[in-house]
């Protein structure tokens, strides 16, 4: 009889949210979980042209979802009032980034990694 060891490997996570624009740009993201006893996390931001901003890195349970909200600014160059654009994610350890951003944004890159591996 061959005997086979079970283990887990869990971790805690984070969560890094990086932006783009090609203009000066203000903006106000709003990061909140799935689980009603977690604080909501507010960062506003004065994003550079065509400089990457990583705006925040907040730790995450790999059993919840997070919800991200994006409020930007008016965009004279883009001749908007304000854009907001709103995004559900579930950690999974990698990069979201997707191909398509909606203006006055060209970049959006989410970053899903862990601190502390324990077996």
């Given at each position: 009889?061959?005997?086979?060891k ?8 984070f ?22 006893s ?5 960062v506003?931001v ?12 907040i ?10 909200t ?10 908007l009032?304000?854009t907001?654009?709103?995004s ?13 951003v909606?203006r ?9 990694g ?6």
């Amino acid at each position: 009889m061959i005997g086979i060891k079970m283990f887990q490997v869990n971790c805690s996570g984070f969560l890094e949210l990086h932006l783009q624009s090609p203009y000066d740009q203000s903006a106000i993201v709003n990061i909140s979980s799935s689980e009603k006893s977690e604080k909501s996390r507010v960062v506003k931001v004065k994003l550079q042209p065509s400089i990457p901003l990583n705006v925040t890195r907040i730790p995450v349970n790999f059993n919840r979802t997070y919800n991200v909200t994006i409020k930007c600014g008016a965009s004279k160059e883009e001749g908007l009032t304000e854009t907001t654009i709103v995004s559900s994610v579930t950690p999974r350890l990698g990069l979201l980034s997707p191909a398509a951003v909606a203006r006055p944004l060209n970049g959006i890159r989410i970053v899903v990694g862990c601190d502390e591996w324990v077996l």
